[in-house]
């Protein structure tokens, strides 16, 4: 299992694409497992121009149903057929996401080859909605012009690392090696207990990451998202158009910074930029000046974390 | 009004885009105008990437309803909404392309804020369905596996040349300049006639632009395309896959030159090709073989006739 979760930005814009930006689209990859958020057109250009695996694609999770943020769902589909899946797709997102594929598939007349599992998504409380040994996603809601959810992806406690000396020095068989990883104390042959923290190092760390986008600023999802090894939060606009990022219920680049602040997360990555710029430098500097470790989003590089 | 119509392409490749080759689109510009010519997935990226100015779109034509021609559609319909068009953005297609456009407009529960005109086009007989005083457009049935159209681009015969040092010697007023640069005759006030070849040079060539994508090989279509200045032909395949190009009613490049030859084109360009190939130079090989003067389509490019 690799030891660190692997962001892949897709698209870093928002509603209209430009020179800069494509549409809303990103891949975590996870455990081997890469999870597609947003699927915005043009997502699955990016992946074939980035060669990555569709056969390692099961779960795509839509955060709300703007066209920037599911235009390419269509075509992407319609390309894992052509390629010959077989396997169910796992998609995520408003319960309304289920008729805009099951329109696409009545317009075209035909289904895409495999089987899809639709799981809607509750607009109002946070859920969890994918959950296997490792891991678990948790969708919440953000604050968008219609219902827009965030999602955390978080895995689980991990394993603790077996000191391989000590195990050999206390006679510890290998059938015990699995419960000692999991925290049970040694009891020898003897009776004696050797206690797990002399057996063990710390696991490593469990590592979370969230996305929020689209949303309005909202305080109200810190107490979900803090401590976030990387936080992806939408910066749509600068400080100079808050007004409008208020009346569309977006974020300013301070604003993404400002929660990224109050949640004590590790990394900040700000996207889903609004084409009206043609330079994203302003956009980075303003959310640097609140939070430190930001970075902008660039399309088709990785953050590994 | 510029001398030259201007082809470029979008989108070369076939159903599933590459890292060589976006799904099918491409702009003509004649006089001013740019008419789209399929709608892939992609195409208002590719649009903005080359900042092709979206006020000048006001035809869009679509060859037929397979998700690679069209999925690009809704995204461009709305960024033209939310770039403030106001004006009627025409739209030809088979009559069920507008129950797509419908669908889309259902599904994010309002229209793009411009009017759209469709117009259904004949599936089954050639068809004018744009004129204007210098140009007009026929569309004509391929040979696919649903209804699909090919497009004819044509310029009306142009004003002839008037030759000013005869019109002086003539004594010709101004105010008949547009009869003799129409073909007519100059009668003096004396009665006396001035033939209008002594007073005229030719008038510049008409151009005529083809488009032929999705088509199995056709001969039927020679008569219509003949001498066309510029023929684009799908070339999905090569001749290995002749029977599989068969199959799916695409052509090979062979056949696609071998259309262009029998048409006696003078310039013939190819796309709409695989995923499959990982490079394209073989395609216009076999092309070349055949008809010379063939060019591979390359994306982002303009093709001037």
Same mark, same amino acid.
């Given at each position: 299992m690799? &030891?660190? +979760?692997? +962001?892949?930005? @897709?698209?870093?814009?928002?509603?209209?694409?430009?020179? @800069?930006?494509n549409q809303s689209s990103q891949i975590l990859g996870i455990h081997s497992k890469y999870m597609l958020i947003d699927c915005g057109e043009g997502t699955q250009n990016v992946i074939r121009q980035l060669d990555l695996s569709l056969a390692r694609l099961n779960h795509i999770f839509i955060s709300h149903l703007h066209g920037d943020h599911i235009l390419g769902l269509p075509g992407l589909l319609s390309t894992l057929g052509m390629l010959g899946r077989k396997g169910t797709l796992n998609i995520y997102g408003h319960a309304n996401l289920e008729k805009y594929i099951e329109q696409q598939i009545s317009f075209f007349g035909e289904d895409f080859g495999f089987p899809i599992a639709f799981h809607a998504i509750d607009p109002f409380h946070p859920a969890v909605i994918y959950e296997d040994k490792a891991m678990k996603v948790t969708s919440f809601p953000l604050k968008h012009s219609i219902p827009s959810n965030g999602f955390i992806f978080e895995e689980k406690p991990k394993p603790l690392h077996l000191c391989k000396e000590k195990a050999d020095k206390y006679g510890v068989p290998i059938s015990q090696y699995l419960n000692i990883k999991n925290g049970m104390d040694y009891v020898d042959e003897d009776g004696r207990v050797?206690?797990? #923290? =002399? *057996?063990? +190092? !710390?696991?490593? !760390?469990?590592?979370?990451?969230? /996305?929020?986008? &689209?949303?309005? /600023?909202? $305080?109200?999802? %810190?107490? @979900? %998202? =803090?401590?976030? &090894?990387? @936080?992806?939060? =939408? #910066?749509?606009? *600068?400080?100079?158009?808050k007004l409008r990022a208020k009346e569309t219920q977006h974020s300013t680049a301070a604003q993404a910074a400002e929660i990224a602040r109050k949640a004590k997360v590790k990394q900040l990555i700000i996207g889903h930029i609004s084409a009206r710029y043609t330079d994203f430098e302003p956009l980075l500097e303003e959310a640097?000046?609140?939070? $430190?470790?930001?970075? +902008?989003? =660039? $399309?088709?590089?990785?953050y590994w974390f």
């Open positions: 690799p &030891d660190k +979760l692997k +962001l892949t930005i @897709l698209g870093r814009g928002s509603a209209i694409p430009s020179k @800069l930006a050797i206690p797990n #923290a =002399e *057996l063990t +190092l !710390p696991a490593d !760390p469990s590592k979370k990451y969230v /996305y929020c986008s &689209d949303t309005a /600023y909202n $305080e109200k999802m %810190i107490p @979900l %998202i =803090e401590h976030a &090894d990387c @936080l992806f939060h =939408e #910066a749509t606009f *600068l400080s100079q158009q640097k000046a609140i939070f $430190e470790n930001t970075i +902008l989003a =660039e $399309e088709k590089k990785s």
